[in-house]
């Protein structure tokens, strides 16, 4: 029967990535893991995992269970301070963590985390999840009691059994949620990023387009500038590229698409660029647009850099492409 239950769980966890969106599947996360352990509240988390051993975690995004009351990153602010998190984030634990809340934060002095297991009643927490800390971006679950009922062995084996289908839907899950985001079925550059900054799914032509910008963007977070506003208005425009975001699925639902080339030159650089590339010289454009040929030549660098070229014959090239 046991075994029957697990099955099905892990069947119904399958089934649920592919039909709901992220934030309701954590949901379904946590109702069906309760079929096979009794809790009363839970926390799913992402976090980032500075290089250095001796640091804490910096928890990204978190869903909980059963704390619509309360503002969700601040459990994910009190685990950076949680010893167990640490440990299994650095491979200092080879399965689940069973703890006593009060007597570990007690005796350890630990004001803070004792305070918040109390005030949100808090006794026994289990905790498992991705280590260690090896990739850009982790994973983990804390199950917890209000009650002085232990969380036994058994509880730990089907928490550490059942971790992997987890870990393995939620990417089913925001890859899901990344195609419907998509258009017609056309490749349009999408992700799906965190309220900070990290980058929980992406396309292949998302990288792409990003290094057109940043040549050396790498898939963990935007730049910090980007992040930030994308978070307070939505947008952000740079030299080639530009992003907009939308709230959606529990995160901020991105799209990227390259600056078409010539809106990157102002009119000026424009009328200067045709005349150019049509075989007129620096002196006949400049007496025509009623400009110094020195100011002429300092457009044509311009442009060179702008367009990402080097000599007239590729400007004509682009300029007969338009």
């Not at 685990?79 to 640490?86: C, E, G, I, K, R």
């Amino acid at each position: 029967m046991v075994l029957k239950n697990f099955s099905n769980s892990v069947f119904e966890l399958y089934e649920a990535a592919l039909a709901t969106t992220p934030n309701e599947f954590s949901m379904e996360i946590f109702r069906i893991v309760g079929k096979l352990i009794s809790f009363d509240r839970a926390i799913l988390s992402s976090a980032q995992a500075d290089e250095n051993p001796e640091a804490s975690l910096t928890v990204d995004h978190t869903h909980a269970h059963n704390r619509a009351e309360q503002p969700v990153m601040e459990c994910a602010d009190n685990y950076v301070l949680d010893p167990v998190s640490d440990a299994l984030a650095w491979n200092k634990v080879s399965g689940p963590c069973a703890i006593d809340c009060s007597d570990l934060y007690q005796l350890h002095r630990m004001e803070t985390l004792n305070s918040f297991a109390i005030e949100n009643n808090l006794q026994k927490m289990l905790l498992f999840g991705d280590f260690p800390a090896r990739h850009y971006k982790q994973r983990w679950i804390a199950l917890y009691r209000g009650t002085r009922d232990e969380f036994t062995k058994s509880d730990a084996d089907v928490l550490q059994a059942i971790w992997n289908h987890i870990s393995r839907t939620i990417e089913l899950n925001l890859h899901q949620a990344l195609n419907r985001l998509r258009k017609d079925g056309t490749e349009l550059a999408v992700s799906l990023i965190n309220s900070r900054g990290m980058i929980e799914v992406s396309n292949a032509t998302f990288h792409e387009i990003m290094k057109l910008e940043w040549p050396l963007f790498n898939s963990g977070y935007l730049p910090l500038p980007v992040a930030h506003a994308l978070v307070s208005n939505g947008r952000y425009r740079g030299k080639k590229i530009e992003i907009t975001a939308t709230q959606k699925f529990g995160y901020l639902a991105c799209t990227a698409q390259s600056i078409p080339l010539f809106d990157l030159l102002a009119p000026a650089e424009m009328n200067v660029a045709d005349r150019f590339a049509k075989g007129m010289t620096h002196s006949e454009i400049a007496a025509q647009l009623h400009i110094s040929p020195h100011t002429v030549r300092n457009q044509i660098a311009q442009i060179y850099q702008k367009l990402g070229i080097h000599s007239k014959a590729e400007l004509v090239r682009v300029m007969l492409a338009r």
